[in-house]
T-cell receptor
Framework: GAVVSQHPSWVICKSGTSVKIECRSLDFQATTMFWYRQFPKQSLMLMATSNEGSKATYEQGVEKDKFLINHASLTLSTLTVTSAHPEDSSFYIC????????????FGNGTRLTVT | SQQGEEDPQALSIQEGENATMNCSYKTSINNLQWYRQNSGRGLVHLILIRSNEREKHSGRLRVTLDTSKKSSSLLITASRAADTASYFCTVGGTGNQFYFGTGTSLTVIP
């Protein structure tokens, strides 16, 4: 159990366009979802934390108008990279937690975004 | 911040040997979690150890926690080539965020 599906697994887009990434918890209701980005051979950088029905909490330095996060239901969160630029090219990973603070995180398989 | 830092950054061992990696943190915690990441994939949860626990086992994995030293170790016994991956720790505290360090890159040579 505790499967998180992330879609698409990879996407190539042109500079200036927007890209939406979906994160779904398939067999549980996620109280909280997290979005990370990861550069090659580097750590995961937390971008934002979202709770269903409320606005996402963004980490310092992350532009909320550029990285739009919507957590519309207990099983779905979306990240939209607006007006993408080549520097936004990265590996984006979502994770979900289904219980309280002593619950582990369940990760999607990530989305490789390439902006040309 | 509630972040774990892994050490060493890279580790290379022969198949069958044991691998030990460490995690240090700075804040008070409710739990500490270890994850594995295969190249180009998401993270997979390995073990969660609560702050009132000192040791936990799962198959070939053994995790220890020393809250007085604010450190944890992950031991993988009888390593296999399939254990080749990056390993991360993170801590759960009073906040709702989970931060990760740079990880330990483990290479198991067949």
């Amino acid at each position: 159990g505790a499967v998180v599906s992330q879609h698409p697994s990879w996407v190539i887009c042109k500079s200036g366009t927007s890209v939406k990434i979906e994160c779904r918890s398939l067999d549980f209701q996620a109280t909280t979802m997290f979005w990370y980005r990861q550069f090659p051979k580097q750590s995961l950088m937390l971008m934002a934390t979202s709770n269903e029905g409320s606005k996402a909490t963004y980490e310092q330095g992350v532009e909320k108008d550029k990285f739009l996060i919507n957590h519309a239901s207990l099983t779905l969160s979306t990240l939209t990279v607006t007006s993408a630029h080549p520097e936004d090219s990265s590996f984006y990973i979502c994770s979900a937690r289904r219980g309280p603070y002593n619950s582990p995180l369940h990760f999607g398989n990530g989305t490789r975004l390439t902006v040309t | 911040s509630q972040q774990g830092e892994e050490d060493p950054q890279a580790l290379s061992i022969q198949e069958g040997e044991n691998a030990t990696m460490n995690c240090s943190y700075k804040t008070s915690i409710n739990n500490l979690q270890w994850y594995r990441q295969n190249s180009g994939r998401g993270l997979v949860h390995l073990i969660l150890i609560r702050s009132n626990e000192r040791e936990k086992h799962s198959g070939r994995l053994r995790v220890t926690l020393d809250t007085s030293k604010k450190s944890s170790s992950l031991l993988i016994t009888a390593s296999r080539a399939a254990d080749t991956a990056s390993y991360f720790c993170t801590v759960g505290g009073t906040g709702n965020q989970f931060y990760f360090g740079t990880g330990t890159s483990l290479t198991v040579i067949p």
